[in-house]
């Protein structure tokens, strides 16, 4: 089976190494933790990963103001990205999770199974670059 290298961004250590372990464990993935929002494009440029699963509420910078970072950077603008956030809950999040700029994203906390079914839907949608306009679309 071909793992898939998964980069998590949040503030809250906890999470991240919660959501690493988990997701290890099935074998499917590889992750990467980050704990602080700002070094994301430079470690995802060297990391790789296949998806970004991004904190939305986070000191400093932003998940939307990360998002967008890595949609303008020519390495990573293809790289799906998936919020995470406990500003909904799982009901909420259970439609088709694609917030208005085309980001899938999942409440938390999220159960394994939710979060996997993310995960793979995301990994399997194709990213077109100019699908997604950055301009019009950032507050």
Not at 1 to 14: A, F, S, Y
Not at 58 to 77: K, S, T, Y
Not at 113 to 138: V, Y
Request: proline fraction near 6%.
């Amino acid at each position: 089976m071909n793992t898939k290298r998964i980069l998590v961004v949040d503030d809250d250590v906890q999470s991240t190494r919660m959501v690493k372990l988990s997701l290890e464990r099935t074998g499917r993935y590889e992750v990467r933790e980050l704990n602080d929002p700002v070094p994301t494009v430079a470690v995802a440029r060297e990391f790789k990963p296949d998806l970004i699963l991004l904190d939305v509420c986070m000191p400093g910078p932003q998940g939307l103001d990360v998002a967008f970072q890595i949609r303008a950077d020519a390495e990573l603008q293809q790289t799906p990205v998936v919020f995470m956030t406990s500003l909904v809950s799982e009901w909420e999040a259970v439609g088709d999770g694609t917030s208005d700029g085309g980001f899938h994203f999942v409440a938390k906390p999220a159960r394994l199974p939710r979060m996997i079914s993310c995960i793979e839907k995301s990994l399997n949608t194709t990213w077109q670059a100019d699908e997604f306009s950055i301009e019009g679309k950032h507050p």
